[in-house]
């Protein structure tokens, strides 16, 4: 038995030996470096085969974001590799000296690959190890890499002076923790124009990753000043306002964030980053207190809502004010009135009994005076307006919805009212936006004008508004074609109204629309596919807010980047 083992390991020794000589009489002494930095290979080296340096394709692919595939043939044939990067494909067949280089362009959400050529390799492509390997020489002059070689090391640089540089090229470098050539490489990019949204993303969280918190600050504000209600760049100025102890700055962005979207609440509630200003008064009220929304809109009291046996208190007066009701206060029968259109609310203090329209209704919890303020069970609320409410406890907040006016103007003789008024900005979740979609998922803002063809539209029935919404959506799907869910937002005056989902697939069934009766916060944006941007829709130019097109190159930015240039994308 130890003979045995004893055999073994000399003939492991030995082919362990014969492996390490074999590599080295491939890989030769040559190195190679991206940019200068050392790269982690794994199982597949670059190997040198006469002076030609071969590199593992796949890993290739990998450094920079692109994507591989490898396709076998079904007759038994080699098969072929693909790669997608820097807007290339690359198509090489494997056990041949032919591979193909075509250019993608991207035109209103479709790729077309244009310029393709053939071109011959001084050997054929072949696999070591069952892994693709490539010259690096011509890897680099298909992708626009320049190469500085030595008798003994190879660098591939991207980062410089160069037009070429992409955003996969940038992620690339961010991913690596390689944080001050991310940043230089990202002042390249911003200096063509300063509009390329993720590279202020990159930068703001590079300088983030090295503790340099009033540099990620100032980055974050330079991007809200294209995109002001930007959650991701509101988010990254607070978090870098409350690690440099700017309490004020911090709550600042942090109550404009929560205006936008309160889901907010629970990341910020897990966020280390605002240790800082937990203790502070106002953060103590926006986050730890209960958040209410009526008809879309944020409120703000002076005595805020509480929980009671169990129930939610909320203000009267505020809320009934906010829904357009009248509310008055007779100091000696303590009690209060509130009239809106129709209906008429008579509530005396103390007691759980209501009078809506003269028939009595019951509460849960007596009215009561707090402060000189009203204070009535959140459920009551709903009820005496016919408004639904909703009551999310993780968040602590509360959501208050009325019904859309029921309108009687004919759909035919209005619509081309409503086609005369609107812009239609489409936003596509597969490329870089502000509002957290989902690769599979896109946005159509149906933008009102003038109050005109907001009016006209408020007075179509509720199923004709639907159709319209469903039918406009419909129209523009073409920019977002694929996507599983589209999700229409009907916009007036930098605020959402209306909105539903529009699904392909059920595109004949009848939509639904919530309706936000003072109007929904929100960040509307139009975005530009191919240089990976969005603008603010309101800081455009009047003549930009007219078409739903995604431009190649918005030359209507001229105004706000006068400078602006199309890059490559990655």
């Known amino acids: 038995m130890k003979q045995t083992k004893r055999f073994c390991s ?56 692109g994507t591989y595939f490898r396709l076998t043939e079904i007759n038994g044939g080699s098969g ?26 991207e035109e209103n959400g479709y790729n077309n690959f244009v310029n393709s050529k053939d071109y011959t390799l001084a050997k054929p492509v072949s696999l070591v190890n069952n892994k693709v390997y490539f010259p690096l020489d011509v890897f680099c002059n298909v992708f626009g890499f320049e190469l500085k070689q030595t008798a003994t090391a190879t660098d591939l640089v991207t980062v410089g002076d160069s037009n070429q540089i992409s955003l996969n090229q940038i992620r690339s470098l961010y991913n690596n923790e390689r944080y001050d050539d991310c940043i230089t490489a990202c002042d390249i990019q911003l200096a063509k124009g300063k509009i390329i949204m993720e590279s202020y993303y990159l930068k703001t969280n590079s300088y983030y990753s090295q503790k340099k918190y009033q540099e990620a600050y100032d980055t974050a504000i330079e991007n809200l000043k294209f995109c002001p209600n930007d959650t991701y760049a509101l988010y990254n100025a607070a978090s870098s306002a409350s690690l440099l102890k700017n309490v004020d700055l911090a709550m600042k962005h942090l109550e404009t964030i929560l205006k936008l979207d ?16 937990r203790t502070d008064a106002r953060y103590v009220k926006l986050i730890d207190g209960i958040t209410v929304f009526v008809g879309g809109e944020t409120l703000t009291f002076d005595v805020e809502p509480v929980i009671q046996d169990g129930r939610t208190m909320v203000p009267l007066r505020k809320i009934f004010e906010a829904l357009g009701a009248e509310v008055s206060y007779d100091d000696a029968s303590k009690t209060v009135t509130a009239k809106k259109g129709t209906t008429t609310l008579v509530l005396p203090i103390g007691s759980k009994t209501a009078k809506l329209n003269g028939v009595e209704k019951s509460l849960d919890v007596p009215a009561k005076l707090t402060d000189g303020r009203t204070l009535v ?21 509360v959501n208050i919805l009325t019904k859309a006016p029921e309108g009687t103007s004919n759909y035919t003789t209005t619509k081309p009212i409503l086609d005369a008024s609107i812009a239609v900005s489409v936003v596509d979740g597969y490329e870089i936006e502000p509002n957290h979609l989902k690769g599979t998922e896109g946005m159509s803002f149906l933008i009102f004008k003038d109050k005109k063809g907001f009016d006209a539209f408020q007075s179509l029935k509720n199923a ?46 009848p939509m639904t629309l919530t309706y936000f009766e003072n109007g929904k916060p929100y960040t509307i944006v139009k975005q530009y ?15 930009a807010q007219t078409t739903s097109k995604i431009d190649e190159i918005p030359p209507e930015l001229s105004k706000i980047a006068p400078d602006a240039k199309l890059f490559v994308k990655g």
Do not use: C
């Open 529 to 543: 596919k191919t240089t990976f941007d969005y603008f603010d829709f309101y800081l455009l130019p009047p003549e």
């Open 262 to 277: 309160v889901k907010y609440k629970g990341k910020i509630i897990s966020d280390h980053d605002f240790d800082n200003v």
């Open 80 to 105: 072929k590799a693909i790669v997608n990067m820097n807007n290339k494909q690359l198509v090489i067949s494997l056990d041949s000296k032919i591979f193909s280089a075509t250019d993608v362009v």
């Open 10 to 65: 000399a003939l492991l020794a030995l082919l362990l030996l014969f492996t390490m000589n074999a590599f080295s009489a491939i890989a030769g002494n040559t190195t190679v470096t991206i940019d200068g930095q050392t790269i982690i290979w794994g199982t597949a080296e670059p190997y040198s085969d006469n002076g030609t340096i071969m590199v593992p394709l796949q890993r290739m692919t990998e450094l920079f974001n």
């Open 464 to 509: 004709d508004r639907a159709t319209y919404v469903a039918d406009t959506v419909y129209q523009n799907y073409g920019l977002v074609q694929g996507r599983e869910t589209v999700y229409a937002k009907v916009v007036f005056d930098g605020k959402v109204y209306y909105e539903g989902n529009f699904v392909y697939q059920q595109k004949d069934s």
């Open 377 to 397: 069970p959140l459920r009551f609320v709903g009820e005496a307006l016919d408004a639904k409410v909703d009551w999310d406890g993780t968040n602590r907040i």
